[in-house]
């Protein structure tokens, strides 16, 4: 029990496989976007070598910041992803923790509030701005979010994640997946919804005072939720039997699509202003709200 | 969804980039580069000189000596030298300039001696020139409009 | 140890991130700066990248005579740049203010304030150049930030 655990936080699919995952994502979504554009793209290691040199910088001491606090967001946010990774029901058949799901949003969510408090102390203009609409951004698509999980434990019955993997095909069950991977490239701060990290607008928002080993940190705890997001999205689309091998890998190939889903839909679109995010992710959160009492009544009656 | 039109062209007619790192020059035959002169036929006039919007050519002179220098970093590449040069030395390469990390790496010096030009032997004596008679001048002609 | 180094000194080549500061230029370097991340260059291929903030970036590309105006600018980005860093200066104006010399808001070339490792000539540079440029300046930074052999204790 404790060895599968500590197997599933370091070796699959915690560190040793999520952080070259991480990477393998970001190349990928930076090579489909710019095939899209007509151009060529990084090569494969490129994030390799973008972590490795920035490591690698010197960062001068600035007085007047908590540096100390200002290392320490990235460092939880990376901790708690790697958290949430090892949570995923990527093999569902009684290995690993058997977390529950409430449990997973509360570690992802934590990235996205070291986020907003990096901004805040990082004592910069542009901090400020990228911290409070990330803020505003965070609590429109994490409506829809816990409406979608609610909606996922309702019809199911159960919080728990090794319960809910086991696909089935109840409606209520494909709603909520389908609220999960809306809200995906809010939490990516993808294009449409980039509004908070606007590279050019707000000279990158929250990150704009960090540099060096602590921006590596935020660069892999990036990609360590590309990896986290479209895997429970995976986890809870794909059919749990088969071979042990097959499900990771399937779990895997069905992320890596939805990446380039995602990286088109960032190549295609403009950034939303705040005011029209909110309203996507509050018309949706409307049909949610509804679709999940109707599913609850329904059971409560049924 | 136009855009998603757009995209799947891109994909379908592929990469438009080039390959980097290439070695071959991309520049077409009317790129202006670097500015060379011909030191066997400049007559050192200096026209260059005063042309120059930059100072980038300088022409000093000390008797029949004189050096032209070039200096590519303070060139802004305009071709007004060889709109100016009368002998017609100065010519542009249509290569890129190459980098360099010093100010002043790339200047060159060119130091040449006045070639003045061969006059012909004195045959006979000039014939006067015809003075000017007070015939051709008939009323009060306005004087002429200075030049504009 | 040694394959660290190694490493450190091919990521710090492989993966430059510039920033672009415009010190009163006239744009034309600019706009062949920018040329550069067009499909047509794509300098994504050898890992540069347009960052938004000084502290992300390696390389400062500068671009204008030094004005007046941005003299504190300059001053302060630069101190913002992490070591090990390397500055680019694209076209004639900072190398020697081109036909501004002489004016009294232009502060004169740019070496006067910050140390410039690549001087790219031209009016404007031809991005391949610029990108030529930006790749030395990597092999240049790359190279500054290997530790001293001999005594010194320098790490990178």
């Known amino acids: 029990m404790i060895l599968s655990g500590l197997i599933h936080l370091f070796l699959f699919p915690g560190l040793i496989f999520a ?258 995010s909110i309203r996507f992710y509050w018309q949706w959160a409307a049909v949610l709200a509804v679709l999940a009492v109707s599913s609850a009544l329904y059971m409560r009656f049924h | 969804m136009n855009i998603f039109r757009l995209i799947f062209d891109n994909l379908r007619r592929g990469v438009v980039s080039q390959r980097l790192p ?93 070639k003045r030009p061969a006059r012909p032997a004195v045959a006979a004596a000039p014939t006067p020139a015809p003075t000017p008679t007070a015939a051709t001048t008939q009323g009060s002609n306005p004087p002429p409009a200075a030049a504009q | 140890m040694k394959f660290l180094q190694r490493l450190l000194h091919k990521s710090r080549r492989k993966s430059p991130w510039i920033f672009h500061l415009n010190t009163g230029s006239c744009n034309g370097c600019d706009i062949e700066l920018v040329t550069c991340l067009s499909p047509r260059f794509d300098v994504e291929q050898i890992g540069i990248h347009l960052e938004g903030s000084p502290r992300h970036a390696d390389i400062l590309c500068v671009t204008g005579p030094v004005t007046r105006n941005t003299l504190e600018a300059i001053k302060t980005v630069y101190a913002q740049v992490c070591e090990p860093k390397a500055v680019v200066a694209c076209g004639s104006c900072p190398a020697s203010c081109n036909v501004f010399a002489g004016s009294p808001v232009i502060e004169g070339p740019l070496s006067k304030h910050i140390p410039v490792d690549v001087y790219v000539p031209g009016c404007p540079p031809h991005p391949d150049a610029i990108i030529a440029g930006i790749a030395q300046a990597a092999q240049i930074l790359a190279d500054r930030g290997i530790p001293k052999t001999a005594k010194g204790e320098e790490q990178s």
């Open chain 1, 19 to 276: 952080i070259p995952a991480g990477w393998f994502f970001m190349w990928g979504e930076h090579k489909a976007v710019a095939r899209m554009q007509r151009r060529i793209g990084p090569p494969l290691l490129q994030p390799f070598y973008d972590f490795v040199k920035l490591i690698g910088k010197r960062t001068p001491h600035r007085h007047g910041i908590e540096a100390d606090l200002l290392r320490l967001y990235p460092t939880v946010s990376v901790v708690s992803l790697l958290g949430a990774m090892a949570l995923l029901p990527v093999s569902p058949l009684g290995y690993g923790f058997s977390g529950d799901v409430v449990l997973l949003f509360a570690l992802l969510e934590m990235p996205s509030i070291c986020f907003i408090l990096a901004g805040f102390t990082s004592g910069s203009l542009y901090g400020e701005i990228g911290a409070i609409r990330e803020a505003v951004l965070g609590v429109a698509n994490n409506l829809v979010f816990l409406l979608a999980i609610v909606t996922l434990a309702v019809t199911r019955g159960t919080f728990r994640l090794n319960d809910l993997a086991q696909p089935s095909w109840n409606p209520g069950h494909w709603i909520g997946v389908l609220g999960i991977f809306l809200c995906i490239p809010a939490k990516l701060r993808l294009n449409p919804f980039s509004t908070s990290s606007a590279e050019q607008e707000i000279y990158s928002g929250p990150l704009t005072e960090y540099g060096g080993a602590a921006l590596a940190m935020w660069k892999l705890a990036h990609g360590l939720e590309w990896v986290a997001l479209t895997g429970l999205v995976s986890t809870l689309i794909l059919p749990a039997q088969g071979l042990w091998w097959l499900r990771p890998l399937l779990v895997f190939a069905l992320s890596f699509v939805q990446v380039m889903v995602l990286s088109t839909v960032a190549a295609a679109t403009a950034r939303f202003t705040l005011q029209r």
């Open chain 2, 22 to 114: 290439h070695q071959h020059q991309c520049t077409s035959d009317e790129y202006r580069g670097l500015i060379r002169n011909d030191a066997e036929r400049c007559i050192g006039c200096a026209a260059c000189c005063y042309a120059c919007p930059t100072g980038a050519i300088e022409v000093v002179r000390s008797g029949d000596n004189y050096s032209w220098s070039y200096d590519p970093g303070k060139c802004t590449f305009c071709a007004c030298c060889i709109a100016r040069c009368k002998p017609n030395t100065l010519t542009m390469e249509s290569k890129l300039p190459p980098l360099y990390s010093r100010q002043g790496d790339l200047r060159q010096v060119l130091n040449m001696v006045r």
